[in-house]
């Protein structure tokens, strides 16, 4: 058990100075519901930074009773000011806010954003964890408090991690990350201290800053990010990686938008991949069916599933962010707001979602933590002992075929040394673990990250990264 200690590392922010879905599905930012539903500007007593707290700062272990604080009074997704500009404007209001939501914040915007929350605010630390193809930063934002704890006790620690944007041309969600951390640095609710000096929010705003600027789905190579969370050919999804890497989020929201329908206002899904742990994944389809489900009509928001029918975009693919955070032993959320609706409805569901998931993780928090922990343990063994089988294709709504399932499962894959190379973003970024055998590389199916392992390297993957040798036989996996 680690302690979790309470204190902020003294690393100044420094901003740098930086001067698809599909065509059809170009999100734009339109007043439609702006009168309806809209989220209007913070009060402007969120620049008041708060000093008069205090906080026991000692020392707490690794993911402990996280409920023990009592529920905040979690932040509405709008404020109580109206549409209209206050007498005095925070510096830490984005440009969408500014311009009550008819246009969305730019690049440059963003960066004197996020400088602003961090003047203001004792409880954030942001630095850059990446850039993207153009060299733009990509930044990681750690919420906490008193202070954000040091990074080695945010990955021994319970945390959240929240990404918007990664297609660039579905903005709401990055409108509402913003917002939402914000809210959480600033807003002087008396119970939202103690919560934040219990677990961490991890919030990477902009997955994808070329194609915000550009409002492209895609990044500047043409790169879907969220099909690149297992190839890891593109800056942004290896930074993506390397934050849950060095993080270790027990829970990941992906927000995202949709341009064919006006209904409903959002649209949910778990990791369908049948190769999570099988507990975190119910307690992912319980975040969706039980809570969000329940509370977000509540709020006035209408939600169903994401792409009800099987297959598709709403499957199994391991190479979208929603399923690849479940096979990296984290409970996932899929959140996809309608781009035909107004932005700042949009933008609202989306932080009254983020606000919601705050929920599900501190009342569920032990079980949470449960699954989370036991789950590498429990997909190693699996695959020492070779007790279930792999998965291919197939998820939890839609079976595989025979010839999709590796049964029994190999025990271990034989690589060359050329073809250990190309998988080199995988083995530092997956934590995958190689050992030499006569001249060449084992990748051996006992480890906790053999949830990745033939997806990478099994000729019958959808796209392996190179073809290992499955060693399967008895004789080849040292049975008796």
Same mark, same amino acid.
């Given at each position: 058990?680690?302690?979790?200690?309470?204190?902020?590392?003294?690393?100044?922010?420094?901003?740098?100075?930086?001067?698809?879905?599909?065509?059809?599905?170009?999100?734009?930012?339109?007043?439609?519901?702006?009168?309806?539903?809209?989220?209007?500007?913070?009060?402007?007593?969120?620049?008041?930074?708060?000093?008069?707290?205090?906080?026991?700062?000692?020392?707490?272990?690794?993911?402990?009773?996280?409920?023990?604080?009592?529920?905040?009074?979690?932040?509405?997704?709008?404020?109580?000011?109206?549409?209209?500009?206050?007498?005095?404007?925070?510096?830490?209001?984005?440009?969408?806010?500014?311009?009550?939501?008819?246009?969305?914040?730019?690049?440059?915007?963003?960066?004197?954003?996020?400088?602003?929350?961090?003047?203001?605010?004792?409880?954030?630390?942001?630095?850059?964890?990446?850039?993207?193809?153009?060299?733009?930063?990509?930044?990681?934002?750690?919420?906490?408090?008193?202070?954000?704890?040091?990074?080695? !006790?945010?990955?021994?620690?319970?945390?959240?991690?929240?990404?918007?944007?990664?297609?660039?041309?579905?903005?709401?969600?990055?409108?509402?990350?913003?917002?939402?951390?914000?809210?959480?640095?600033?807003?002087?609710?008396?119970?939202?201290?103690?919560?934040?000096?219990?677990?961490?929010?991890?919030?990477?705003?902009?997955? *994808?800053?070329?194609?915000?600027?550009? *409002?492209?789905?895609?990044?500047?190579?043409?790169?879907?990010?969220?099909?690149?969370?297992?190839?890891?050919?593109?800056?942004?999804?290896?930074?993506?990686?390397?934050?849950?890497?060095?993080?270790?989020?027990?829970?990941?929201?992906?927000?995202?938008?949709?341009?064919?329908?006006?209904?409903?206002?959002?649209?949910?899904?778990?990791?369908?991949?049948?190769?999570?742990?099988?507990?975190?994944?119910?307690?992912?389809?319980?975040?969706?069916?039980?809570?969000?489900?329940?509370?977000?009509?509540?709020?006035?928001?209408?939600?169903?599933?994401?792409?009800?029918?099987?297959?598709?975009?709403?499957?199994?693919?391991?190479?979208?962010?929603? *399923?690849?955070?479940?096979?990296?032993?984290?409970?996932?959320?899929?959140?996809?707001?309608?781009?035909?609706?107004?932005?700042?409805?949009?933008?609202?569901?989306?932080?009254?979602?983020?606000?919601?998931?705050?929920?599900?993780?501190?009342?569920?928090?032990?079980?949470?933590?449960?699954?989370?922990?036991?789950?590498?343990?429990?997909?190693?063994?699996?695959?020492?002992?070779?007790?279930?089988?792999?998965?291919?294709?197939?998820?939890?709504? *839609?079976?595989?075929?025979?010839?999709?399932?590796?049964?029994?499962?190999?025990?271990?894959?034989?690589?060359?040394?050329?073809?250990?190379?190309?998988?080199?973003? !995988?083995?530092?970024?997956?934590?995958?673990?190689?050992?030499?055998?006569?001249?060449?590389?084992?990748?051996?199916?006992?480890?906790?990250?053999?949830?990745?392992?033939?997806?990478?390297?099994?000729?019958?993957?959808?796209?392996?990264?190179?073809?290992?040798?499955?060693?399967?036989?008895?004789?080849?996996?040292?049975?008796?």
């Amino acid at each position: 058990m680690h302690p979790l200690m309470l204190g902020r590392a003294s690393s100044p922010f420094a901003i740098p100075a930086i001067q698809e879905k599909e065509p059809d599905k170009l999100m734009t930012s339109r007043p439609d519901d702006a009168e309806v539903r809209a989220c209007p500007r913070p009060s402007a007593s969120l620049s008041r930074r708060r000093t008069e707290w205090s906080a026991e700062t000692g020392p707490r272990s690794r993911r402990s009773s996280l409920l023990a604080i009592g529920l905040l009074p979690i932040l509405g997704a709008c404020s109580d000011q109206g549409l209209g500009p206050p007498e005095e404007v925070s510096p830490a209001v984005t440009g969408f806010e500014e311009r009550s939501g008819l246009g969305f914040t730019t690049h440059s915007e963003e960066l004197a954003f996020l400088a602003a929350v961090d003047a203001e605010s004792d409880r954030v630390r942001i630095t850059e964890v990446g850039t993207s193809v153009r060299g733009r930063p990509i930044h990681l934002v750690r919420l906490g408090y008193p202070q954000p704890a040091p990074d080695d !006790q945010i990955a021994a620690g319970p945390s959240l991690l929240v990404v918007g944007a990664q297609h660039g041309n579905e903005p709401a969600g990055r409108e509402a990350a913003l917002q939402f951390l914000r809210d959480l640095a600033l807003d002087e609710a008396s119970l939202l201290p103690d919560a934040l000096s219990t677990a961490t929010v991890l919030v990477i705003p902009t997955a *994808n800053p070329d194609g915000r600027v550009a *409002n492209t789905r895609r990044n500047a190579d043409n790169v879907d990010i969220n099909r690149d969370h297992l190839a890891l050919v593109s800056p942004e999804a290896r930074a993506i990686a390397q934050v849950i890497r060095d993080f270790r989020p027990d829970l990941v929201v992906d927000a995202h938008e949709r341009g064919e329908a006006t209904t409903p206002d959002l649209q949910l899904l778990w990791p369908r991949n049948l190769n999570v742990y099988g507990p975190v994944r119910d307690l992912s389809r319980a975040l969706v069916e039980d809570h969000l489900f329940d509370q977000l009509p509540l709020a006035g928001y209408s939600v169903e599933l994401y792409s009800a029918a099987p297959g598709g975009a709403g499957g199994e693919d391991e190479r979208m962010l929603r *399923n690849a955070a479940g096979l990296r032993h984290a409970v996932g959320l899929l959140v996809e707001s309608s781009s035909q609706l107004g932005a700042p409805l949009r933008a609202a569901a989306h932080q009254e979602t983020m606000n919601s998931v705050l929920k599900f993780f501190w009342n569920r928090s032990s079980e949470i933590v449960t699954a989370v922990t036991a789950a590498p343990g429990a997909k190693e063994a699996s695959g020492r002992d070779r007790s279930e089988p792999f998965y291919l294709f197939g998820a939890d709504d *839609n079976a595989p075929t025979p010839d999709q399932i590796l049964d029994p499962s190999p025990c271990a894959y034989a690589l060359s040394t050329e073809q250990v190379t190309t998988l080199e973003s !995988q083995i530092r970024l997956l934590e995958l673990q190689t050992e030499t055998d006569g001249s060449g590389v084992l990748v051996r199916m006992d480890q906790p990250m053999m949830t990745v392992v033939p997806f990478l390297v099994d000729a019958g993957a959808r796209e392996p990264r190179v073809t290992g040798v499955a060693r399967v036989s008895a004789v080849e996996c040292g049975a008796p």
